[in-house]
């Protein structure tokens, strides 16, 4: 009798299935490290910013942690992840790697800025900083909206009593505020309502507009007043009527840089690995409803750019601060380290939340924490690694291990002359046995186009491949389901691994620059690193290495901000 069996290859390899069951087996470490958290405090006055009820302290170059005024931890953040904006994140989407829209239109942009300031220079050849800031005016010209046919409205509108005494305007009637005189100019804020009842509809229609016009913030009653004060209506005598100025220059600067995401957060154990694990579980049943559509192809490069890019760059940004961690545990870094204490849990909080390390998890070491699984797995990796370079590598070159045994680096013995960096924490590739290089000291160009092509293979084989397969065997019609991401996983694997491991090395590389701790790599060396590593990454969500010192400044003062630490923190020098 012929019948018909449905199996469904549940394969999701190193993704839903595995990085769910790695933490469901946890339970007893999340308990324990629950009580390490609770015990993790650094006492009062000890960060580099306080005041009220929080502080603040800074953690190597580009991270920030903050704590209660007592010392209680509440999380750590990377000064270098801004959260995305939407349209940030849809740019990205259209592309593959870093060849999308949101680069595309950087480089136009830089290109453009280039321009003006080159003709800039050529106009001012004594003094170029005597031209006009010509961005402000241009963005002011945009905002302008000539007053049409108005006076009936402006005859209607009175200023607020304080309006009026700031610009010595004499009260002559009994209501409230003043009529607007001719030729006055005022703000949104200067506007006197008849009842209270007006006033909140006017601020929940003002509302609606603002988050149109500036998608990145979200505006509501509680912040809404804040904005009043920017829309300016300027008399201009020449033309006898009002321009709208919308004037951010007051703005403080965190109100247009919201608090950068964290990487450990010391309430919430398992935030990120949560967040990881749902975006892959979006893009899976999103790929599944586009699989039979006509734009599958299309749909799925834009599902897939999402989903791993938001992934990756979490991941990558973990990887640093582990980095960082790892090397005041060893004693190398020479700048103010934490209470050992607190990165003791903060590193099995990094190696608990990752998911693109799920080749160290072992279903048979139960009692094991993620991290410990992480280092056994780097030792057997060493091992293999070392063994293979003393037997491969030529006569002419040598090599030298650092950061404790993860990282190698590879030179001419007769000139010293930098060949490449590798990976002793990764074991050899599976199908090819190549050793994971980080830095080729020639060029970099090789690995990056590498990069770029597996990572257009890993897409178009998700939104080219068939997913189910039937056929009948014996009497029997059989079919098999395979999960869409299951081509991601088998193709980028390799690369995503790398990957990570490379923002434990770019740290590294970061804090032996600001003279932090020490690598065996000269000046020049650690600045091509540095660079080289960037160039690689590709990720359509990364900051360029030049737009780093900007975010990081806004992404401190937007710290201060929502944590209550103004311009006048006390400082501790």
Same mark, same amino acid.
């Given at each position: 009798?012929?019948?018909?069996?449905?199996?469904?290859?549940?394969?999701?390899?190193?993704?839903?299935?595995?990085?769910?069951?790695?933490?469901?087996?946890?339970?007893?470490?999340?308990?324990?490290?629950?009580?390490?958290?609770?015990?993790?405090?650094?006492?009062?006055?000890?960060?580099?910013?306080?005041?009220?009820?929080?502080?603040?302290?800074?953690?190597?170059?580009?991270?920030?942690?903050?704590?209660?005024? &007592?010392?209680?931890?509440?999380?750590?953040?990377?000064?270098?992840? %801004? %959260?995305?904006?939407?349209?940030?994140?849809?740019?990205?989407?259209?592309?593959?790697?870093?060849?999308?829209?949101?680069?595309?239109? =950087? #480089?136009?942009?830089? &290109?453009?800025?280039?321009?003006?300031?080159?003709?800039?220079?050529? +106009?001012?050849? +004594?003094?170029?900083?005597?031209?006009?800031?010509?961005?402000?005016?241009?963005?002011?010209?945009?905002?302008?909206?000539?007053?049409?046919?108005?006076?009936?409205?402006?005859?209607?509108?009175?200023?607020?009593?304080? !309006?009026?005494?700031?610009?010595?305007?004499?009260?002559?009637?009994?209501?409230?505020?003043?009529?607007?005189?001719?030729?006055?100019?005022?703000?949104?804020?200067?506007?006197?309502?008849?009842?209270?009842?007006?006033?909140?509809?006017?601020?929940?229609?003002?509302?609606?507009?603002?988050?149109?016009?500036?998608? #990145?913030?979200?505006?509501?009653?509680?912040?809404?007043?804040?904005?009043?004060?920017?829309?300016?209506?300027?008399?201009?005598?020449?033309?006898?009527?009002?321009?709208?100025? !919308?004037?951010?220059?007051?703005?403080?600067?965190?109100?247009?840089?919201?608090?950068?995401?964290?990487?450990?957060? *010391?309430?919430?154990?398992?935030?990120?690995? +949560?967040?990881?694990?749902?975006?892959?579980?979006?893009?899976?049943?999103?790929?599944?409803?586009?699989?039979?559509?006509?734009?599958?192809? %299309?749909?799925?490069?834009?599902?897939?750019?999402?989903?791993?890019?938001?992934?990756?760059?979490?991941?990558?940004?973990?990887?640093? #601060?582990?980095?960082?961690?790892?090397?005041?545990?060893?004693?190398?870094?020479?700048?103010?380290?934490?209470?050992?204490?607190?990165?003791?849990?903060?590193?099995?909080?990094?190696?608990?939340?990752?998911?693109?390390?799920?080749?160290?998890?072992?279903?048979?070491?139960?009692?094991?924490?993620?991290?410990?699984?992480?280092?056994?797995?780097?030792?057997?990796?060493?091992?293999?690694?070392?063994?293979?370079?003393?037997?491969?590598?030529?006569?002419?070159?040598?090599?030298?291990?650092?950061?404790?045994?993860? *990282?190698?680096?590879?030179?001419? =013995?007769?000139?010293?002359?930098?060949?490449?960096?590798?990976?002793?924490?990764?074991? $050899?590739?599976?199908?090819?046995?190549?050793?994971?290089?980080?830095?080729?000291?020639?060029?970099?160009?090789?690995?990056? /186009?590498?990069?770029?092509?597996?990572?257009?293979?890993?897409?178009?084989?998700?939104?080219?491949?068939?997913?189910?397969?039937?056929?009948?065997?014996?009497?029997?019609?059989?079919?098999?389901?395979?999960?869409?991401?299951? *081509?991601?996983?088998?193709?980028?694997?390799?690369?995503?691994?790398?990957?990570?491991?490379?923002?434990?090395?770019?740290?590294?590389?970061?804090?032996?620059?600001?003279?932090?701790?020490? /690598? $065996?790599?000269?000046?020049?060396?650690?600045?091509?690193?540095?660079?080289?590593?960037?160039?690689?990454?590709?990720?359509?969500?990364?900051?360029?290495?030049?737009?780093?010192?900007?975010?990081?400044?806004? &992404?401190?003062?937007? /710290?201060?901000?929502?944590?209550?630490?103004?311009?006048?923190?006390?400082?501790?020098?």
């Amino acid at each position: 009798m012929k019948f018909t069996i449905g199996l469904v290859l549940i394969v999701f390899v190193g993704s839903v299935s595995q990085a769910h069951s790695h933490l469901g087996s946890q339970s007893v470490l999340l308990d324990s490290l629950k009580k390490k958290v609770s015990i993790s405090n650094i006492g009062p006055n000890f960060g580099s910013y306080r005041r009220g009820e929080f502080q603040i302290i800074k953690i190597g170059e580009k991270f920030a942690s903050v704590f209660t005024n &007592s010392g209680d931890p509440i999380a750590i953040y990377d000064l270098t992840l %801004p %959260p995305l904006s939407q349209k940030e994140l849809y740019l990205g989407a259209f592309g593959i790697g870093d060849l999308n829209i949101r680069n595309l239109l =950087k #480089l136009v942009k830089n &290109s453009l800025s280039a321009g003006k300031e080159a003709s800039a220079l050529a +106009d001012n050849p +004594d003094d170029p900083n005597d031209s006009p800031p010509e961005e402000l005016t241009q963005f002011y010209e945009k905002l302008r909206i000539d007053a049409l046919d108005g006076d009936k409205a402006f005859s209607k509108i009175r200023l607020t009593d304080t !309006w009026a005494l700031s610009n010595h305007i004499e009260k002559r009637d009994q209501k409230p505020g003043v009529p607007l005189p001719e030729g006055a100019s005022f703000s949104l804020n200067d506007l006197q309502f008849n009842n209270n009842y007006q006033k909140e509809n006017f601020l929940k229609t003002f509302s609606y507009f603002m988050n149109v016009v500036e998608t #990145l913030k979200y505006w509501d009653r509680t912040n809404i007043e804040k904005a009043l004060n920017e829309f300016q209506f300027r008399y201009i005598p020449k033309q006898k009527g009002y321009e709208i100025i !919308w004037d951010r220059s007051q703005r403080s600067a965190v109100e247009d840089n919201p608090v950068p995401l964290s990487v450990v957060d *010391f309430s919430y154990l398992t935030k990120n690995h +949560d967040t990881k694990i749902q975006l892959l579980r979006n893009a899976q049943s999103l790929l599944r409803l586009v699989d039979k559509t006509p734009l599958k192809l %299309p749909l799925s490069i834009v599902i897939c750019q999402i989903a791993y890019g938001q992934i990756e760059r979490l991941e990558y940004h973990e990887r640093r #601060l582990i980095g960082l961690l790892e090397s005041m545990e060893r004693f190398e870094y020479q700048g103010e380290p934490l209470p050992k204490g607190l990165i003791e849990v903060s590193l099995e909080l990094l190696y608990l939340n990752g998911i693109n390390g799920g080749i160290v998890i072992d279903a048979s070491s139960p009692k094991l924490s993620t991290r410990s699984k992480n280092l056994n797995y780097e030792d057997v990796a060493s091992g293999l690694v070392l063994a293979k370079l003393k037997k491969l590598l030529s006569s002419d070159l040598k090599f030298e291990t650092f950061a404790g045994t993860k *990282f190698i680096v590879i030179r001419e =013995k007769q000139t010293g002359t930098l060949r490449s960096i590798v990976s002793a924490a990764i074991k $050899p590739s599976f199908l090819f046995q190549y050793v994971a290089k980080h830095v080729d000291g020639r060029s970099m160009t090789k690995k990056w /186009l590498e990069r770029e092509l597996v990572t257009a293979a890993a897409t178009l084989a998700t939104g080219l491949l068939p997913t189910s397969f039937f056929f009948k065997l014996v009497n029997s019609n059989i079919g098999i389901t395979i999960e869409p991401m299951i *081509f991601q996983v088998l193709i980028r694997s390799q690369m995503d691994i790398e990957k990570i491991m490379e923002g434990e090395l770019a740290s590294l590389v970061d804090e032996t620059i600001a003279g932090k701790t020490t /690598l $065996p790599l000269s000046h020049d060396e650690l600045l091509f690193v540095q660079k080289s590593l960037r160039k690689s990454l590709v990720n359509p969500y990364e900051l360029k290495l030049e737009e780093e010192g900007a975010a990081m400044k806004a &992404s401190l003062e937007a /710290l201060k901000e929502r944590f209550g630490i103004g311009q006048n923190a006390d400082l501790m020098l």
